[in-house]
């Protein structure tokens, strides 16, 4: 099993690079955002690599960070998600947006990608939830804060207020996990709700 592949990069297509180690070259199936952050053709690249063997192909599929090639791999255990459908997924989304969007239980973010509808998106809302503390991304102590504990009332409210103004739910999720640690325990939900509009229009 192939886990990590350095060399030269070699070329590029719309979803694919070949990369030259030793004068073998790998092919490698990339998410839009690891294809954007290559640099020039020529340069020595790294790649973590999830290794897919079947009975009538082996795919390679490369990331440039650990955490991305972590959530290509427990996508893939959710029903209807597969490798196809998770790096699109992984294109539309980082592993930072994943772990807001499905801490926020927020599916819209989700089906912007190709491949997922929202039936697809809930079950990854309800398989995951619990899952993704366990992946080295690196995430605000808030977020981590907030889903562990559960959104309290006064939060909910919060949220919900948030969202009808029309701001999406990960956007308010995010907002008032920056604010709450410099509120009082006690405060009240209109200056929760003035506090994280603040955040936002930052």
């Known amino acids: 099993m192939i886990a990590k592949l350095r060399g030269r990069l070699d070329s590029v297509g719309e979803d694919w690079v070949v990369v030259d180690v030793n004068g073998v070259g790998y092919l490698l199936y990339c998410s839009a955002r690891t294809l954007r952050a290559l640099p020039k053709i020529g340069d020595v690249v790294e790649f973590f690599v999830d290794t897919h063997v079947r ?3 082996i795919h390679l599929y490369g990331f440039g960070v650990v955490s991305e090639r972590e959530w290509f791999t427990l996508l893939q255990t959710v029903q209807g998600v597969g490798a196809r459908v998770a790096l699109g997924l992984l294109s539309t989304l980082g592993p930072e947006d994943l772990t807001e969007a499905i801490a ?3 599916r819209v973010p989700l089906t912007r990608a190709n491949g997922i509808g929202p039936k697809v998106a809930d079950r ?7 899952k993704v503390s366990a992946l080295s991304v690196k995430t605000s102590s808030q977020h981590v804060a907030l889903e562990q504990k559960g959104v309290g009332n006064i939060s909910a409210d919060a949220i919900s207020a948030l969202v009808n103004l029309g701001y999406g739910r990960s956007e308010a999720f995010r907002a008032i996990g920056s604010v709450q ?3 009082a325990d006690d ?8 506090a994280s509009l603040r955040e936002l229009g930052q």
């Open 104 to 106: 926020a239980r927020d």
């Open 55 to 57: 009975e009538d192909h």
């Open 187 to 194: 405060v009240d939900l209109p200056s929760l709700i003035r």
């Open 181 to 183: 640690h410099s509120l």
């Open 124 to 130: 990854i809302l309800a398989e995951l939830k619990d």
